[in-house]
C-alpha cells in the first residue's frame, strides 16, 4: 500500500427537489506520494463533488454518502471521527485550493488577518488539541516564527513586496495574484495532499501559464501530491502525471499523462479528445446528451452515446481492465488505437 | 475582398470616466482607443484578447449600447455611430448581437412560439402566416422540432434554449451577428456542437460574424482572420493561419505560447511572459505593451507603433 490516497468504490447521492440524484457511483481512484493527478471531466460529472467528500465538506443536508471508503495514509476518513479529522486531517494534511478566490477571502480584513487566522489553527507548528488552543491566545513566539513562515511563502508564490501586500485588502489584488495567495495558503501548512479544484479557469491564458508553472514547481520542489480537477484538457496536459477521466459520477479511464493523451483506450476518452478544437478546422462533438443523474442509464453511463456499446454495457458496469501498469480503463470494448484515429 | 466591407470602423474610440466619491471625474478608462479595422461580407472575424482588453466593449460600442467617444462605425456603407435612437433602431435587424448564453434571454413565462414572433412582431410588417412560415424555417435551420414551439423555456435543455435564443435571433435574417463570448463556461464536447450550429448557420443564411472570444483555440478553428486586442488598441490583424503559424507581435507571440498544446512538450515549462496587464486607467506612455515586452528599446516609451502593414498584415510594433 503505498498510496497516499485511495477512493475505493465511493458512491454519493444527492436529494434533490426531483428525486434522489446518484452524483457519484462507485468511483475509485488512488493518488500516490508526490504525484499530480488530473481529475477531468465535463461539468455536473461530480468531479467537485468527488473533491468535496475527500475533504469532508459534502453538504450535510443534502448528500448522503451510500457507500466506499476514502482511505488517507491508511485510514478510513468517512468512518473516522469528525473532530479528529478537523483537527489534524483537513486543512493540516489535506488542503484546498478552490476555483474562486474572491469569494474565498473575507473583504473586509486584510490578507495578514486571515492568514494569520490560518496559521493560528492549521500551521504545522500548532500543538495541543482544539480546546486548548481555543482557549490559549496565539503564542508569541510561533506568531514571530509563523509569519516568518507566511513571508517565505509569499515570496515562494512570486508576491512583489510580502510585508507591505499582506497589509492590503483582498479586492487589492488581482484575480491572479489572490490565486498566488491561494496557493502560497494551501502550502503553508505544510500538507501530504492539495485537493485544487479548477484553480485556473477563471484565469486569463498568460497568467494560466504563470499559474500552473508555478504551482508545479513548487509541489515538486516539496514532494506534495495534488489532485487537480479540471474540465480543460490542455490545462491537464500541462500539470499532470497521471489524468484520470470521470463521466456521469463514474470513471472511466486512469492513465499516465503520456498514455492518456497518446492512447486513450476509453471510447468516451477518445470523443473527449477528439471535441478539442485544432487548428485544422474540423469540428467533431459527442453525439447525444449527458444523462440525468436522477434516472441514470444502468451499466456504463456512457452507453446509451457509445459507438461500440452492446448488450452487455447495458447489463453492468464494466469491472476495471489493466491494459498496462498504470493504465486501467472500464469498457467492455475498449480502443487499441492512437488519439484521433477512429470516427 | 474587391466588394465593400459590410462592417467598417474607424479610429473608433470608447472611453469611460472614472469618477471619484464626489461624482468629480478622476480620470479615463480607455476602454476602446483608435481601432480601425474592417469586416467582409460573409466572413468570420475573431476579435481576441485578455479580460479587459476592450474587446466586449468595442462589440458593445458597434452595436450602439455604448456611443462612440470619437471615430466612425459605418455599417454597409453608412455611418451609424451617431444615428438618433429612432434610426438606430432600423439597423437592428440587420446587425445583431449575442450573449455568452442566449437561452438565458428567453422569457420563462413564454412559450418558444410567441418569444420567436415578438422580434418579427416589432421589427416587420409581415401576416400571421408570413410569420409562421419564417418561424419555421428558422427552427428547422436549428435543429429544433416544431413540437418544441409549444414548450415552456424550463421544459427545454439548457442546449435547446440556447438554440432557441439564436433561432430568436435570426428570425429577423440579420445580415451581421456579433457573437460576445458564445461558448464560454461551456464543455469542450458541448463546445463543438455550437461551433458546429454557427458554421451551418453562417452557410445556410449568408450571415457575417464578429467572433468575440478569449480562447484562441475556438478562434483558431472558427474564424479565417483575427484581430488581437491588448489595453483598448488592435496590436496585429491578419489571416488567422499567418498569425498562428508567425506571429509579429511580441504580445500576439506570449499569448500563443501560453496556450497548452496536448500531445507536445509543456508550453508552461518555457512561458516567459512576466506581470500582469497594467490598469487600463493608467495606461503606458508609447506602445502600451513595452512594460511586459521581452523586446523593448527606449523608443518603445516615447512612441506609440501604428499599426502598419507587415508581409500581408497589420502588426503595431516597431521591432515586427
Not at chain 1, 488512488?30 to 453538504?59: F, M, Q, W, Y
Not at chain 1, 504545522?124 to 482544539?130: I, K, L, M, V, Y
Request: proline share 8%.
Amino acid at each position: 500500500m503505498s498510496e497516499l490516497l485511495s477512493v475505493r468504490g465511493l458512491s454519493v447521492d444527492f436529494l434533490t427537489d426531483g428525486g434522489v440524484a446518484q452524483v457519484l457511483d462507485g468511483i475509485s481512484l488512488n493518488v500516490d506520494p508526490g504525484e499530480v493527478v488530473g481529475l477531468v471531466g465535463e461539468s455536473g460529472c461530480g468531479k467537485t463533488t468527488l473533491a468535496r467528500a475527500i475533504l469532508g465538506i459534502l453538504p450535510g443536508g443534502a448528500a448522503r454518502i451510500r457507500g466506499g471508503e476514502v482511505r488517507f495514509k491508511g485510514t478510513d476518513l468517512l468512518r473516522e471521527d469528525p473532530i479528529v479529522v478537523n483537527d489534524r486531517v483537513r486543512g493540516r494534511r489535506i488542503t484546498f485550493i478552490p476555483q474562486d478566490t474572491s469569494t474565498s477571502f473575507s473583504p473586509v480584513f486584510p490578507v495578514e488577518t486571515q492568514i494569520m487566522d490560518l496559521m493560528k489553527w492549521k500551521s504545522p507548528r500548532a500543538e495541543g488539541d482544539r480546546g486548548q488552543r481555543a482557549l490559549s491566545r496565539y503564542p508569541r513566539e510561533r506568531h514571530r516564527a509563523d509569519r516568518d513562515a507566511v513571508l517565505e511563502s509569499l515570496r515562494a508564490v512570486q508576491i512583489p513586496e510580502p510585508a507591505r501586500a499582506l497589509r492590503r485588502l483582498p479586492h487589492e489584488f488581482s484575480g491572479g495574484q489572490r490565486q498566488r495567495l491561494m496557493i502560497a495558503m494551501a502550502l503553508l501548512p505544510c500538507p501530504d495532499l492539495i485537493v485544487a479544484d479548477e484553480p485556473t479557469t477563471a484565469l486569463d491564458v498568460t497568467i494560466q501559464a504563470q499559474i500552473l508553472r508555478l504551482l508545479r514547481e513548487l509541489v515538486k520542489e516539496r514532494g506534495v501530491s495534488v489532485l487537480f480537477t479540471t474540465h480543460d484538457l490542455g490545462t491537464a496536459h500541462e500539470i499532470c502525471d497521471r489524468v484520470v477521466v470521470m463521466y456521469a459520477g463514474q470513471e472511466m479511464e486512469a492513465a499516465p499523462a503520456d498514455t492518456f493523451f497518446a492512447r486513450p483506450a476509453h471510447p468516451y476518452t477518445r470523443r473527449l479528445l477528439a471535441s478539442v478544437p485544432t487548428g485544422t478546422g474540423e469540428i467533431r462533438d459527442i453525439p447525444g446528451d449527458v444523462p440525468s443523474l436522477v434516472a441514470p442509464p444502468a451499466g456504463c453511463r456512457f452507453h446509451p452515446r457509445c459507438d461500440y456499446a452492446t448488450p452487455e454495457c447495458r447489463a453492468g458496469r464494466p469491472a476495471p481492465r489493466a491494459l498496462a501498469p498504470d493504465h486501467e480503463v472500464r469498457c467492455h470494448h475498449p480502443v487499441d488505437a492512437p488519439a484521433g484515429d477512429d470516427g | 475582398m474587391s466588394a465593400p466591407p459590410l462592417l467598417e470602423l474607424v479610429d473608433l474610440a470608447r472611453h469611460f470616466p472614472v469618477r471619484n466619491a464626489f461624482g468629480r471625474r478622476t480620470g479615463w478608462i480607455r476602454a476602446v482607443d483608435g481601432v480601425s479595422l474592417a469586416v467582409w461580407p460573409g466572413e468570420t472575424l475573431g476579435l481576441v484578447g485578455e479580460s479587459g482588453c476592450g474587446k466586449s466593449t468595442l462589440g458593445k460600442t458597434v452595436m450602439g449600447i455604448h456611443a462612440p467617444t470619437a471615430g466612425d462605425i459605418r455599417f454597409d456603407g453608412r455611418e451609424i455611430g451617431r444615428l438618433p435612437s429612432s434610426e438606430r433602431r432600423a439597423i437592428a435587424r440587420d446587425l445583431q448581437y449575442v450573449y455568452q448564453d442566449p437561452g438565458a434571454s428567453l422569457d420563462p413565462r413564454w412559450k418558444v412560439v410567441h418569444s420567436l414572433h415578438e422580434p418579427l412582431k416589432i421589427h416587420t410588417r409581415l401576416s400571421r402566416a408570413e410569420r409562421e412560415e419564417q418561424v419555421h424555417v428558422i427552427l428547422t435551420a436549428v435543429g429544433l422540432p416544431g413540437a418544441h414551439l409549444d414548450l415552456y423555456p424550463h421544459e427545454l435543455s439548457g442546449g435547446q434554449q440556447r438554440r432557441v435564443g439564436l433561432a430568436r435571433i435570426l428570425t429577423l435574417r440579420p445580415r451581421m451577428i456579433i457573437l460576445d463570448e458564445p461558448t464560454s463556461g461551456l464543455d469542450v464536447s458541448v463546445q463543438a456542437s455550437v461551433l458546429k450550429l454557427f458554421r451551418s448557420l453562417q452557410a445556410t443564411f449568408a450571415l457575417t460574424y464578429v467572433f468575440i472570444s478569449h480562447d484562441l483555440a475556438v478562434v483558431r478553428s472558427t474564424c479565417a482572420r483575427i484581430a488581437v486586442m491588448y489595453l483598448g488598441r488592435i496590436v496585429e490583424l491578419g489571416a488567422t493561419a499567418a498569425v498562428f503559424e508567425q506571429p509579429r507581435h511580441p504580445y500576439t507571440r506570449s499569448l500563443l505560447a501560453a496556450v497548452p498544446r496536448i500531445g507536445g512538450r509543456r508550453v508552461t515549462l518555457d512561458f516567459a511572459l512576466k506581470g500582469e496587464p497594467p490598469n487600463p486607467r493608467d495606461v503606458p506612455s508609447g506602445c502600451r505593451f513595452r512594460t511586459r515586452c521581452p523586446l523593448v528599446q527606449d523608443v518603445c516609451a516615447t512612441e506609440e507603433p501604428a499599426l502598419r502593414e507587415v508581409e500581408g498584415r497589420r502588426v503595431a510594433c516597431h521591432f515586427a
